[in-house]
């Protein structure tokens, strides 16, 4: 029996609470079914190696901060203002004013990779150039897969972006939306489509949650907190003025509101997600107003349960509602509060909610075909027998 091989997951961060990282943990559990996994991060407050479930986790306790992070947006965001033309194609100078956030935290990789003598080495994210410079050192012919986590938001145009795409022999994607956005960088660039293992709790159709029980309700979604000046809390608050007479359950990032007729319930913020999905599954519609960046993950999770989404138009969500004929989607408070009114009927709102069902189930409900795609991908033979 042959040994199985080695594969390095280089990511900046490890952990479930974003849809990139959730993403992550997705490929790195598909790759285990063909390879032993090492995971290596900066995370960490002291360095070590430890086990975490099929994976072995080597923290270097060197970790990126949200404020090196948004010095790297800020940065990316100016570069790819600059009109094309003006451009660089390669620019060190600007790539050394990152060095602290891009390089100095994946020194010790290095050390790391040459103990492990991986055959295969994934990196995540488009902007992980320290991880590839370290993986370059250890060794530059070592086949490389990018996981790219392209979010609608991210800024594309700092060059170290277009050197990380271009040492991956395959570039991981979650969607079609997301894999035009990696054109945008490389025309060229071998992207395959993975989609991600996405299933319905049968457990949330149990009973409703206690606030909204015997209601008949729209779940509208926000990402900011419930006194925050933002165009999410004005359309939420558009939404509770045109329809009184109906429930509107609000989800802030620090409460959770129930409005009807002017009046409002207030309780702690929806942070477990199984509480979650059962709003999600008892809902009339679902209005997420600040989907998900990569890949919209909550409105598939709403479609699964075949309640009909309202997403803001060019968000990476109208891609589920356009292609799965699972929703709608709006531009401006106007034509939200018209979405709204039309899934009010059942002859709007049913049809929708069992297409996007079918579509999220088709598309996403397979989790022994994304782990086929994820070692199709990686190029790793004898993969472990996969369960559809």
Same mark, same amino acid.
Do not use: K
């Given at each position: ?73 800020? *940065? ?23 060095r602290p956030e891009l390089l100095d935290p994946w020194e010790d990789a290095v050390e790391v990779l040459d103990g492990l003598h991986p055959d295969l080495v994934l990196v995540v994210g488009l902007h992980t150039l320290g991880a590839v410079a370290a993986l370059d050192r250890h060794d530059p012919e070592l086949p490389m897969v990018l996981v790219a986590l +392209? ?97 509107? +359950? ?25 509480? *979650? ?74 049809? *929708? ?36």
């Open positions: 029996m042959s040994e199985r091989p080695r594969a390095a997951v280089l990511a900046t961060h490890w952990s479930n609470g974003t849809e990139g990282g959730w993403f992550t943990r997705q490929v790195a559990g598909a790759l285990a079914h063909g390879a032993d996994v090492h995971v290596i991060t900066p995370d960490g407050s002291s360095p070590g190696v430890s086990a975490d479930g099929a994976f072995t986790l080597h923290r270097m306790a060197t970790p990126v901060t949200p404020a090196m992070e948004l010095r790297t947006e800020l *940065l990316s965001s100016a570069l790819a203002a600059v009109p094309t033309g003006s451009r660089r194609t390669s620019s060190p100078d600007l790539t050394g004013l990152l +392209a979010e609608e938001r991210e800024a594309l145009g700092f060059p170290h972006v277009a050197r990380v795409v271009d040492r991956a022999s395959s570039v991981l994607v979650v969607t079609d939306a997301e894999r035009t956005a990696v054109g945008a960088v490389r025309p060229d660039a071998p992207t395959r489509v993975v989609g991600a293992p996405l299933a319905a709790n049968p457990s949330a159709r149990t009973e409703p949650n206690a606030w909204v029980d015997g209601s008949e309700y729209v779940f509208v979604l926000t990402a900011a907190s419930e006194d925050e000046d933002c165009t999410e809390n004005d359309l939420a608050r558009l939404l509770r003025v045109r329809f009184p007479d109906r429930t509107i +359950a609000v989800s802030h990032r620090d409460a959770f509101c129930v409005w009807h007729g002017g009046e409002v319930r207030r309780g702690w913020p929806i942070e477990r997600s199984s509480d *979650l999905e059962r709003l999600l599954a008892w809902a009339d519609t679902t209005v997420d107003l600040r989907p998900g960046g990569l890949f919209a993950r909550t409105c598939i999770t709403s479609m699964l349960h075949g309640t009909p989404i309202i997403v803001p138009s060019g968000s990476r969500a109208e891609q589920h509602a356009r292609r799965g004929s699972g929703g709608l989607w709006f531009r401006g408070a106007a034509e939200l509060a018209r979405c709204v009114d039309a899934m009010c009927s059942p002859s709007v709102r049913d049809p *929708l909610g069992r297409q996007g069902r079918n579509y999220a189930e088709r598309e996403f409900g397979h989790t022994g075909a994304f782990v086929e795609r994820v070692l199709t991908a990686c190029a790793l033979l004898d993969p472990e027998p996969v369960c559809g």
